[in-house]
Nanobody, 119 residues
Framework: VQLQASGGGLVQAGGSLRLSCVAS????????MGWYRQAPGKQRELVAA???????SYEDSVQGRFLVSRDNAKNTVYLQMNRLKPEDTAVYYC??????????????WGQGTLVTVSS
């Protein structure tokens, strides 16, 4: 199983970025997908998830600013991040689980992609 995340970078506060995560080795359409992030000195947290049925959920601090979506034909999940804030700075990870829920646990993890938001 491979989850390949990309799209991170440096952006000014108020800007936008779109992360992508391409999955292989799983039946993508039957897996829930999540985006986690881990800031320096902090625990990893789930910021957005989308189930196999397309139901989405968000952590409170990103609700209304981030949008998670998926393209099953491309085995890809996206995280559109708008109105970024310096506190969004973190390494972002995509993850997958076959349980049909957006909540943890997640079985498979990709490498992280760094998002840095400057003030």
């Amino acid at each position: 199983v491979q989850l390949q995340a990309s799209g991170g970078g440096l952006v000014q506060a108020g800007g936008s970025l779109r992360l992508s995560c391409v999955a292989s080795g799983i039946i993508f359409s039957s897996h829930s997908m999540g985006w986690y992030r881990q800031a320096p000195g902090k625990q990893r947290e789930l910021v957005a998830a989308i189930t196999s049925a397309g139901t989405t959920s968000y952590e409170d601090s990103v609700q209304g600013r981030f949008l998670v979506s998926r393209d099953n034909a491309k085995n890809t999940v996206y995280l559109q991040m708008n109105r970024l804030k310096p506190e969004d700075t973190a390494v972002y990870y995509c993850a997958a689980n076959p349980y049909g829920l957006g909540a943890p646990p997640y079985n498979y993890w990709g490498q992280g992609t760094l998002v840095t938001v400057s003030s």
